[in-house]
């Protein structure tokens, strides 16, 4: 049959969490913790459970949850949305790029996504009838290139997708890169998404750059986070998007019709977690940050070269001094010979560079975890 997502497998995350499933590999590939959920938060969610909050929630998500990402944005950004008109709570980040996307973007209309990108990016874009227009960031710093993302918008561009903290690389958007964009969209009706799904994971004394920040950024910005992230629940799947009152309801139009609304009882489990403990956020980046120093003197020990990581989870490395292998070949076998699962940045891009020889490593994982990885890599 004809296949309206021609370029799409199976997703590399799925590849690779089997890879190391059949070959015994310890996975550093998918994101995705391997330590407990925060007792506080599991105490919540069996409470509001056994408490009967079971049925369907409001279709934007149930009020206080709404309120709590209102006070923590405030908190956070000095802005404080309208947690009626302007925050929707949804089934992951996932859900929310896809509604996003699908809320504003026409067939024939043009996005501008940064490469290396987040998967889901693209088919979402596919299927509402656009166009992914890929401009590469900086091959080593993973920075935004404004010279090509100001030559690649044109009077098609409906929107720009942005990043930070980066996935895959963990760079981080500076001050400055939020004052060129800010210049480069005034006075377009130019969308953007802004993808802070590791707002919280940051490095080194370091300010999260959010679109929130920025009122004129702020009124054209789905602005989408995820719960998974900051409460080591991916699983879990509650994420939020919050834009200006007539993007949201746009934005809702696609959201009632996907999902309708999302996982009740989790929703007050993380009302509940974000007004009575603020720490866990506040305190993500140290937490995070004493995994990465640690994790980062060990691949020291390795033939690996340790790329920074400014924010967010991953690691990368250059491996070049090891193999010469394109990066799907060369995690094929880290995982299959070695025992260690990555994930290639090729399926990351548009047009994957020549001769790049990264992986990405997870260090959201157990000292046990990172050790035995470290053990298995030292052999190489
Ligand atoms: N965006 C980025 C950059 C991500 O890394 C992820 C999770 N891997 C998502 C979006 C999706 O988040 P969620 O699991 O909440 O759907
Ligand atoms: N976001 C996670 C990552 O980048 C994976 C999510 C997924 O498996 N789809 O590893």
């Known amino acids: ?41 599991v ?6 459970m056994r408490e009967g909050r079971n049925q369907y929630a409001p279709m934007s998500g149930v009020p206080p949850l709404r309120q709590a990402i209102a006070g923590k944005t405030e908190r956070c950004y000095g802005y404080r949305p309208d947690a009626d008109a302007e925050v929707t709570v949804t089934s992951g980040a996932s859900e929310a790029i896809f509604d996003a996307i699908h809320a504003v973007v026409r067939s024939g209309d043009e996005v501008i996504v940064l490469d290396p990108c987040y998967d889901c990016y693209e088919p979402a874009i596919d299927l509402a009838g656009g166009i992914a227009v890929h401009v590469p960031l900086h091959p080593e710093t993973f920075a935004p290139d404004w010279t090509k993302i100001r030559a690649a918008v044109s009077p098609r561009t409906r929107m720009i997708m942005i990043n930070s903290p980066h996935n895959p690389s963990g760079a981080m958007w500076s001050a400055d890169d ?17 993808d802070e799904v590791y707002e919280h994971i940051i490095f080194d004394g370091r300010r999260h750059e959010s679109a929130l920040l920025y009122p004129s950024l702020r009124e054209r910005a789905f602005v989408i986070s995820s719960f998974g992230k900051t409460y080591h629940c991916t699983g879990w799947k509650i994420g939020y998007c919050i834009a200006p009152p007539a993007m949201s309801a746009e934005f809702r139009k696609v959201h009632q019709y996907n999902t309708f609304c999302t996982f009740a009882p989790a929703q007050f489990a993380f009302a509940e977690m974000i007004e009575a403990e603020p720490a866990h956020y506040e305190q993500l980046g140290a937490f995070y940050e004493a995994k990465r120093d640690r994790f980062r003197e060990q691949l020291l020990t390795t033939r690996l070269r340790p790329l920074p990581v400014p924010g967010g989870y991953f690691q990368l490395v250059d491996y ?8 799907a070949e060369f995690c094929r076998w880290l995982a299959i010979e070695k025992g260690v699962a990555s994930i290639p940045l090729s399926p990351f891009y548009g047009t994957p560079p020549e001769g790049q020889r990264l992986a990405r490593l997870c260090f959201a994982k157990n000292e046990s975890t990172l050790d035995a990885a470290i053990e298995r890599l030292q052999s190489l």
């Open 320 to 327: 070049s001094r090891i193999s010469d292998l394109p990066d």
């Open 178 to 194: 939020m004052r060129q964009l800010d210049e480069l969209l005034a006075g377009t009706s130019i969308y953007l998404l802004s």
């Open 1 to 41: 049959p004809e296949t309206k997502l021609p370029k799409v497998g199976t997703t590399i995350f799925t590849v690779m969490s089997q890879l190391a499933v059949e070959h015994g590999a310890v996975n550093l590939g998918q994101g995705f913790p391997d330590f407990e959920v925060p007792a506080r938060l």
């Open 43 to 48: 105490a919540a969610l069996e409470r509001a």
